[in-house]
C-alpha cells in the first residue's frame, strides 16, 4: 500500500482512469479540491485535512491488491494460522485446581475450521469480544486441554490481550 497520501491519492486517479472528479465525488469534496491536493503549488492549500486523509487510506485499503487478500484469506482457511499472543487466561476447572486468570505467551496453529470462524465472524460485523470468544476457546482447546487429550471439563476465558498477531504457516 502506498506510504504517502500523496502515493494514495495518485493510486485512487489512476483508479479512476485520471478524472478528479470522479476521485472527489468518491471523497465528498469538490473537483477543484483534488486539484489543489494533485498539484500542491507552494503557498497553496496543498494537504488534505487529517479527516480526508483518513478517508483516503480506507479507501485505499479497501481496493488494494484485493486478489492478493483473496489468496491469503483462502491460504488461511484451508492450511490454518499460526496464532501468537501474550494475553490473561483464566478458567473454571475442578476444585483442586487455581483459577486464578495469568498472564501467558502462547504460540499456537489454529486449524482450519477455527480459521473458518473467525473469518465469518469478521464478515458477520462480530464484535472484538465475540472474536476474543473464538480464539480464546481455539487457544484453550490448543494449549490446556492439549488438542483434546486431557482436562475435558476446563472452560477456558481469555480476558486482557496484551498483543495478538497472526501468521500463514
Same mark, same amino acid.
Do not use: C
Given at each position: ?24 465525488? &468518491?471523497?465528498? &469534496? ?15 492549500? !496543498? ?31 484451508? !492450511? !490454518?494460522?499460526? &496464532? ?12 483442586? +485446581? ?15 475450521? &477455527? ?11 462480530? +464484535? ?7 480464539? !480464546? ?33
Amino acid at each position: 500500500m502506498p506510504a504517502t497520501t500523496a502515493d494514495r491519492l495518485k493510486a485512487l486517479l489512476r483508479w479512476e482512469r485520471g478524472s478528479t472528479l470522479r476521485v472527489a465525488a &468518491v471523497l465528498g &469534496v469538490s473537483q477543484r479540491t483534488v486539484q489543489r491536493w494533485i498539484t500542491r503549488k507552494p503557498g497553496g492549500r !496543498g494537504r488534505p485535512s487529517p479527516r480526508h486523509d483518513q478517508k483516503i487510506a480506507e479507501l485505499v485499503q479497501a481496493r488494494w491488491q484485493p486478489r492478493i487478500r483473496a489468496r491469503r484469506r483462502a491460504a488461511a482457511e484451508k !492450511g !490454518g494460522v499460526v &496464532v501468537h499472543t501474550r494475553a490473561r487466561f483464566g478458567f473454571k476447572a475442578g476444585p483442586a +485446581s487455581s483459577d486464578d486468570p495469568r498472564m501467558r505467551r502462547i504460540t499456537g496453529r489454529l486449524n482450519p475450521t &477455527v480459521t473458518q470462524q473467525i473469518f465469518a465472524a469478521l464478515d458477520a460485523g462480530a +464484535s472484538e469480544k465475540q472474536h476474543e470468544l473464538i480464539i !480464546g476457546r481455539a487457544l484453550g482447546h490448543l494449549y490446556f486441554r492439549d488438542a483434546g487429550r486431557r482436562a475435558h471439563g476446563l472452560h477456558v476465558t481469555l480476558l486482557d490481550i496484551d498483543f495478538i498477531e497472526f501468521g500463514l504457516q
